[in-house]
């Protein structure tokens, strides 16, 4: 599992943009399957090494996607929908991006705690967290995709 790069063109085409989110919406997918396992796995079958590797993906993961959707989808949606998105929206969208992004340190903290003193983990707690994550991250990839599905055309739907 490996963060996709977006493409860097300044005047990024739909279908580019589309491909591109479609990745990295793909990418966080994993990650919270990844992360639903692990939490499944609690607190007998821990795979330290697939835990080291979630906490270090987990961040990055969801920055970059993050980072794609304000610096690219957003300008295109603003500039090609302004009269059928309500500005809130993506102000909304924004501020679960931060949310998201503290939630992501949170979870890395706490799955390096679990690496580093495993005895010392709550195991009911971090699945809990752990389950609270993905969740959000789940909704708010679907609520993005019915966002643009909206938008575009039936030829050009996100899978």
Known sequence: ??????RQEDKAEPPIILSDINSLHQCQLDLCN?????????????????C????????????????????KLFPYLTSHF???INPQTLDRLHCEHWEDESFACEVQEA????????????HEALGYMLRGFFEGLRRH?????DLLNQLLKPNTLLN
């Open 1 to 6: 599992m490996g963060i996709p790069k977006a």
């Open 34 to 50: 990844a992360l639903e396992k692990l939490a499944d796995q609690l607190p007998d079958n821990i795979d330290t090494q697939e």
């Open 52 to 71: 080291l590797h979630l906490a270090r993906m987990i961040y990055p993961t969801v920055k970059s996607a993050h980072a794609f959707e304000e610096n």
């Open 82 to 84: 302004s009269q059928q």
């Open 111 to 122: 799955l390096l705690s679990l690496v580093k003193k495993p005895e010392w983990a709550n």
């Open 141 to 145: 990839i679907a609520f993005e995709r």
